[in-house]
């Protein structure tokens, strides 16, 4: 949850979280959505990309060969795919009515861990924070106006890895 103003017990349930969080004006947010079964509690945005997750599914004898013979930004590079089953159920959700600002994360505070206690973690903060990137179209660099644009979906995520998305433009409709 994004713009809350207090801490909150981790023993509470989610639906109650939720409820809480919203009714602060707070924008809840889904991640780890491959993990999701039911969509009954409200969130608004969901996370279409995750890097961890991403290496969770991933064989360790690939990710092992991938780190020895390639550079960083290769490794990392060579390590993302496309996240088809995440965007189905976002695809699903907004054709069920749910409105849903798309989000990518990496959860570098896990980096990446291969073959348990024996492995060793691959990829700095600088590397992984490298990889891709979400922006949020706000007026000002300010929490509120930011908590809104997320809530009004004004929100567009950017492999960076891919190239540099500046300029970047968007239309739709038959004016556009």
């Not at 009954?40 to 961890?52: G, Q, T």
């Not at 930004?73 to 695809?91: K, R, V």
Request: overall charge negative.
């Amino acid at each position: 949850a994004f713009g809350l103003r207090e801490d909150f017990n981790k023993g509470t349930g989610a639906a109650e979280l939720s409820a809480r969080f919203r009714a602060e004006g707070g924008v809840v947010a889904g991640g780890h959505i491959e993990r999701i079964d039911t969509w009954s509690l409200p969130v608004d945005a969901i996370e279409i990309y995750n890097l961890h997750a991403e290496f969770t599914e991933s064989s360790r004898w690939s990710i092992l060969w991938r780190f020895l013979f390639l550079p960083a930004d290769c490794f990392f590079e060579g390590s993302i795919s496309h996240p088809t089953e995440n965007l189905a159920t976002w695809d699903r959700l907004l054709a069920e009515g749910k409105r849903l600002a798309p989000l990518v994360g990496c959860d570098a505070h896990e980096n990446i861990r291969f073959f348990g206690p024996l492995g060793g973690t691959v990829g700095t903060y600088n590397e992984i924070f490298r990889l891709f990137s979400n922006h949020v179209l706000a007026r000002e660099l300010r929490e509120d106006l930011i908590v809104d644009a997320i809530l009004k979906r004004r929100v567009y995520s950017v492999f960076d890895y891919l190239g540099d998305a500046s300029g970047f433009q968007m239309s739709y409709g038959r004016d556009a």
